[in-house]
Structures are given as C-alpha cells and as structure tokens.
C-alpha cells in the first residue's frame, strides 16, 4: 500500500465534493496514486476504500483488471485516467474491469485533470457509471 | 517573534459600544520578528491605527502579508499611513490567482469608483509578491503559506522564529463537506499549516447553532475550531475572525464554549481581542480584554 502524506486543497476539496454526490468517483494524487473513491464507487469496485487504502498505479490496475470493452488489455497512459494525468487533459472512454469476485463491469469514464498556476499539478478525478444494456 | 492584535472581528468592521472589549476593527495582526523585520498580517481596518505606530518606527521595509483578498482583510489598505510615505519600501504578499496578478486585484479595490486613488498614484515602493509554493525567508522567520478551505484563493500562514510557530489561519472551514470526527489529519485542510504550533489563531466565527445555515461561506463553528487545534496538536488556540453580529457578551459565552469544548488539558482557549499581545520568544501571555 502506497505511503499516505498531507494532501493538497484541491484534492482534499475533491474528496469532499465525491463524498457528498452519489456519482461514482475516484481522485488519483499527482502522482497517479488512487487515494480515494467513494461510496457509490465501492459498490462498483467491490471494495471499500477502508479495505485497500491509498493504491499505487501498479496496484489498483492489478486490483481492479481494466480493459478493453472487446476484450485485451489496456495500458493505464491509454486509460482516461491515465491520458488525463499524462497529458493534462480531459480524456473519456468506454472500458471494462474484473472486479476481485470476478464480476465483469462495462464502464464508461471521464477522467479530468486538476490544474493549479502555471505548472501546478494536483492529480485526477474520474468519474465513471455502468453502461446499461439497450 | 510578538504578535499584536489590531483588529480581530470578521467580514465588517463593527465598532459600537457592545464591541469594545474584543474591538469592532477587521483582521489584522502585527508581528515584530528578532531582527525587527516589521510584519503585517492581513490590511482589515485594525491596519490603520497599526500605521500610526509603524510611521513613527525607524523606515524599514515593512511586509504586509495578505491570507486572501476578502474586503475585510484588505480594505484597511488604502489608510496604512506608510502606504503614502515615498521613503518606504512595502512588500505586499498574498496568494496567487490563475487569472489576474495580485497587483491587479488589489487594483480593483484601490481605483475608482471604489477608492478614490489609483493604485498606480501610490508614492510608497510598493513591490508585490505571490506566495510561493515552498517555505520562504521574512527577515528572521521562516514562512509557509499554504492553501485552506475557504471561499475563493485563501493561505493559512506557519511562521516560525527560533522553534516557536505561530499559524495565522483567520478565514477557514476545514470541515466542509465532513464532520470532525474520523478525519485523517492528511485529510485535514489547514493540517500542515497549524501541525503542532505553539500558538494558532484560527477562525470560529460561529456558535454551533449558527454554523448550519453558513455551510460553505468558508468560516468555523467554536466546536469545529477547536477539533481543528485539537487534532492538530497545538499548543494554544486564539480564537480570531468574530462575528460582526456578536456582542462583547456574546463573545465571552463563545469563549466559555470553547473552553467547554476544550476540555482540562493544557492552555484553555481565548478570543482575539484589539491589543492582545502574544509573546511567542518567551513565555506565551497576553493580558485579558478590557
């Protein structure tokens, strides 16, 4: 589990904004660490911030086995996420990932940058819902 | 390092006769560092009298630092008697915008039709600075300003001489969205700013009962303000920003909550009042409001 270390406004700000909305979401630190979800994601990711702790990119692509909607993996610099932390710009796709009790989940994710003055770099906030069948 | 309080009260200036003990003038706080680096923290109205004082000092260059730009921490500005001194050096800090510079934004309020002089005719030196983003050199102290919770670009500032901190956070609402309990302090806003201080002067502008229907102006309950000072550590909690709409009886019975809130242990809580004196080199006292 990655370290934990004081946050920044804006991710504090972020985690309080999801904590209070019932649209899953996910806020990444600056430097791709999954620090939080919130509840409606846990339900999704089937499981609890509580249980997991802050993630390093390594771990929460390793927890939670995103990709492709027709199948094949993803590598996370293609993830919204991943688009959005690297080229610190807004990025959505649709995806998929196999949760720890192996349940398959269709996703559709936007992923957007928090941006400071100048080159300051906050980290990522994602939001995502289950794509519904027709 | 001395702290003086010039002005405590929040949001208006309130003078009359049912503010006096604690006084009617907005924020602002002067610091005289070892080195006798004259430090101003925030411009509210107390920065007038403040002038007065500093105007008849030896010139130095004067530091005025400014947590955010809120009118009651600026609008003193424009009657600081060394603003108006061309022999004077004036460094204005304050937090950065992605928009404007801070020199524009404080244009804003010293130009017409707001104030009758521009910005631009002031004879002082006036040099403005945006905090940065690391911990930075005010003559003799050490300064970190970092942003907290509240209402538009606002730093809470940790200054620290000698092994004695002061954390100056006048405007914060760092339970916003959450109550106290169970919050990480990583999580906290305003965390890394107050971490152990030896003194903390922090917002509580409200009674409990009042905060509900303020949530999200950017200000403190008396309870929030002390979970804060009490899951950061500190030393000793000055509480600061009054409600213009409180009396000096009021006040005390906030007091009173506060060191209800506080419990037994360590140095009890007290209000900002005009006057008060914190010495932080030596053993931390100040005498009581009239």
Same mark, same amino acid.
Not at chain 2, 192 to 198: F, N, P
């Given at each position: 589990m990655a370290q934990a270390s004081h946050k920044t406004l804006p991710l504090i700000l972020a985690r309080e904004f999801a904590s209070n909305i019932a649209t899953p979401v996910t806020v990444m630190d600056e430097n791709g660490r999954l620090i939080f979800f919130n509840e409606p994601a846990e339900q999704i990711l089937g499981q609890t911030q509580a249980e997991v702790g802050e993630l390093a990119p390594h771990e929460w692509t390793r927890l939670f086995r995103v990709e492709r909607l027709e199948g094949g993996e993803i590598p996370l610099d293609d993830m919204p996420v991943g688009i959005a932390h690297r080229q610190r710009c807004p990025a959505h796709d649709t995806l998929a990932f196999t949760t720890q009790d192996g349940l398959r989940h269709e996703i559709e994710v936007t992923a957007f940058p928090l941006l400071g003055r100048e080159d300051d770099y906050f980290g990522v906030v994602a939001i995502f819902w289950e794509l519904r069948g027709e | 390092m001395r702290a003086t309080v010039w002005g405590c009260r929040g949001s208006l200036a309130s003078p009359g006769p049912e503010t006096v003990a604690f006084g009617g003038n907005t924020s602002c706080v002067q610091l005289e560092l070892a080195d006798g680096t004259p430090v101003v923290l925030d411009a509210g109205t107390g920065i007038r009298l403040l002038g007065l004082e500093l105007a008849r000092l030896p010139r130095r260059p004067i530091h005025v630092v400014l947590t955010h730009l809120h009118l009651d921490h600026l609008e003193g500005l424009g009657f600081f008697v060394p603003l108006w001194e061309p022999s004077v050096e004036i460094h204005v800090w304050g937090p950065a915008s992605p928009v404007d510079t801070l020199q524009e934004r404080i244009a804003k309020y010293l130009s017409p039709p707001l104030f009758p002089v521009q910005l631009s005719e002031v004879p002082s030196n006036l040099i403005f600075h945006d905090f940065p983003d690391e911990e930075f050199a005010l003559g003799s102290a050490r300064v970190l300003a970092e942003p907290v919770s509240h209402r538009g670009p606002t730093v809470g500032l940790r200054i620290e001489e000698h092994g004695r901190t002061l954390a100056y956070i006048p405007d914060h609402e760092p339970y916003l969205g959450a109550g106290p309990e169970g919050v990480d302090p990583e999580w906290l806003s $305003?965390?890394?700013?107050?971490? $152990? +201080?030896? +003194?903390?002067?922090?917002?509580?502008?409200?009674?409990?009962?009042?905060?509900?229907?303020h949530i999200g102006w950017g200000h403190s309950s008396v309870d929030h303000a002390v979970s804060f000072a009490q899951a950061s550590g500190v030393e000793r909690l000055v509480l600061f920003h009054h409600d213009p709409l409180h009396s000096d009886d009021q006040l005390r019975a906030l007091e009173n909550r506060a060191r209800g809130l506080w419990g037994a242990n360590g140095h009890a809580p007290e209000l900002a009042f005009e006057g008060m004196k914190l010495a932080l080199d030596t053993e931390v006292g100040a005498h009581s409001p009239a």
């Open positions: - | $305003g965390f890394s700013i107050a971490d $152990g +201080v030896t +003194v903390l002067m922090h917002d509580s502008q409200y009674f409990e009962h009042e905060y509900p229907n």
